[in-house]
């Protein structure tokens, strides 16, 4: 319901970002003007994404199956399963996250629909973060459901204020791989072996990510006795708090004929 | 300059294997052994300076990136690439020492209970990165805009891989390098550290110069293969 | 009467280190010579053919 709401505001708030941008004191009502144009460019990307919604679905989906192959290859020991499960749904994620922003730019690759974007008079940086701001979302959609075949698949025993807690820190961990991983499927979309390229650079760049939210996850699930949780979750945000800067700073550059 | 340069580096790199030659003789033969790690702790005085060097090529890498995107003169894209190939030559010769390093101190070849291992090994991951997003894309401009963004993006997060590694082990912190040193130890890694570091200017020169006329050529030869207008422009402000 | 926990030996992985280092310096060193050399005769080639 929301979001054909914010589908039929597409239009009049990109009408209004034009006019923002073309006015001569561009600097000066930047602020407002630059959260309005990321409204825009999200808007647009929810839209599209709730038109195409069998992407969405194919895409959750191959979270699901991902989740069910680790189990078969960790074999079918419950204690295993439970013990990489923490991994197993950090991995699903990434998993996901890559088919996820490899489509969010193979959308605009067709019909040249990027180049259209760029000559309108919108801020790139609107671009990079309502770009950025619906690959969190659409990535943090995947949490419950994929936290929801964990609990059936690997019989993890998690009370509900640990689910509400893996849910919170799946969106961060989904807002840090967002960030890299849009500014590069910016380019890679635009290179030859697209596919190849983007996991190429885009895993080892997010290892922090994997590392901290399968930890901070382990200890969500299993039980936190030195209290460590805060200083894993931390690192997340920083991550993310570094590159949702960065990406701001260089995806224009990027993205510029 | 482009006349100069060459024989800068010739001199650079001649002085480093004179240096490297003079250092690993004293860390080989003239050092003595370590209290607990006896002789294998020779390897550390190749190790640890390739890894200086290495992590100091990516910090040029990080540099010449900047002034590549800032000025948008080619010469600092060839800059880049090249130190950060230089860096990835070194990384892979401190993961091989390494682990020439670990079997005899550990028993095994790898382990990711090292920080500094698995540190290295993930750096040597985001940085080749950086060369096989180069490696596929056909426009000049392009190519040295994503180069530099893609070295600055990996750059940022050496400091948190880094910190990431190390509390995800620090239970199992291992000692990797000798705590206390005497001069005998320390002046054969100093010596090799400069070593590695002339060789290494010499070595990015070259790379750079190679990088040079490879785009030359390519402007030369294929004049009609730039396709769109901004690389036009580009090309423009390289000539 | 070398004490406890010394590890004894282990020349071989010491000139193992210094071996792999230095063919990978010379290695990379020759691989820079080969790919300058290509490049200066593919301009050599073309100065010909058009120059």
């Given at each position: 319901m929301s979001l054909s709401q914010g589908g039929a505001g597409v239009e009049g708030r990109a009408h209004g970002g034009r006019g923002e941008a073309r006015g001569p004191v561009q600097g000066g009502s930047r602020g407002g003007g630059l959260v309005r144009e990321i409204g825009a460019v999200l808007a647009k990307d929810l839209l599209l994404e709730w038109r195409g919604r069998a992407r969405l679905l194919a895409t959750v989906l191959f979270g699901v199956v991902a989740l069910a192959l680790f189990s078969f290859a960790a074999g079918a020991d419950p204690a295993v399963l439970d013990r990489g499960a923490p991994g197993f749904l950090v991995l699903a994620l990434l998993l996901s996250s890559t088919l996820a922003l490899g489509e969010s730019f193979r959308v605009e690759q067709e019909d040249s629909a990027m180049e259209g974007l760029l000559l309108l008079p919108i801020d790139p940086h609107a671009l990079f973060y309502g770009k950025a701001l619906g690959n969190t979302l659409f990535l943090s959609l995947l949490g419950p459901v994929l936290a929801v075949a964990a609990v059936v698949f690997y019989a993890v025993d998690a009370g509900a204020m640990a689910l509400v807690k893996l849910v919170l820190l799946w969106v961060l961990a989904a807002a840090g791989l967002s960030a890299p991983g849009t500014l590069y499927a910016a380019m890679t979309s635009r290179a030859r072996s697209q596919d190849v390229l983007l996991p190429l650079v885009h895993y080892p760049l997010v290892i922090p990510v994997l590392l901290a939210s399968v930890k901070a996850i382990d200890l969500i699930l299993n039980g936190d006795p030195m209290g460590q949780l805060g200083s894993w979750t931390a690192l997340l945000a920083g991550f993310a708090l570094a590159y949702w800067s960065l990406g701001g700073v260089l995806f224009p550059l990027a993205v510029e004929e | 300059m482009p006349v100069a340069r060459p024989r800068l580096s010739t001199v650079s790199g001649l002085l480093g294997v004179v240096l490297l030659l003079a250092g690993s003789y004293l860390g080989l033969f003239v050092a003595p052994p370590e209290r607990h790690m006896g002789d294998v702790v020779r390897i550390v005085y190749v190790h640890v300076p390739s890894a200086w060097i290495s992590m100091l090529c990516y910090t040029f890498a990080f540099g010449f990136a900047i002034a590549s995107l800032w000025t948008r003169r080619p010469r600092w894209d060839h800059l880049t690439t090249a130190a950060v190939e230089v860096g990835i030559v070194l990384n892979v010769l401190l993961l091989v020492q390494g682990m020439l390093f670990a079997r005899p101190t550990w028993?095994?070849?790898?382990?990711?209970?090292?920080v500094r291992l698995v540190f290295s090994f993930l750096m040597f991951l985001l940085f080749a990165g950086v060369l096989a997003l180069r490696a596929f894309v056909d426009d000049p401009a392009r190519r040295g805009t994503w180069t530099a963004i893609a070295t600055i993006t990996a750059f940022v997060d050496v400091p948190l891989v880094y910190y990431c590694v190390r509390w995800w082990r620090s239970l199992h912190?291992?000692?990797?390098?000798?705590?206390t040193m005497d001069a005998a130890m320390k002046l054969p890694m100093r010596i090799n550290a400069f070593a590695v570091l002339f060789l290494a200017g010499w070595f990015i020169a070259r790379r750079a110069e190679l990088e040079r006329r490879r785009q030359e050529i390519d402007e030369v030869a294929e004049?009609?293969?730039?396709?769109r207008a901004g690389s036009i422009a580009g090309t423009g402000v390289e000539a | 009467m070398a004490p406890e926990g010394v590890i004894i030996g282990g020349w071989s992985f010491v000139v193992a280190a210094y071996v792999v280092t230095a063919a990978g310096l010379v290695l990379y060193a020759w691989s820079l010579r080969s790919r300058l050399n290509k490049i200066q005769s593919r301009i050599g080639n073309h100065e010909r053919d058009h120059g």
């Open positions: - | 028993g095994i070849w790898w382990t990711w209970a090292d912190q291992m000692q990797s390098t000798p705590e004049p009609a293969a730039i396709p | -």
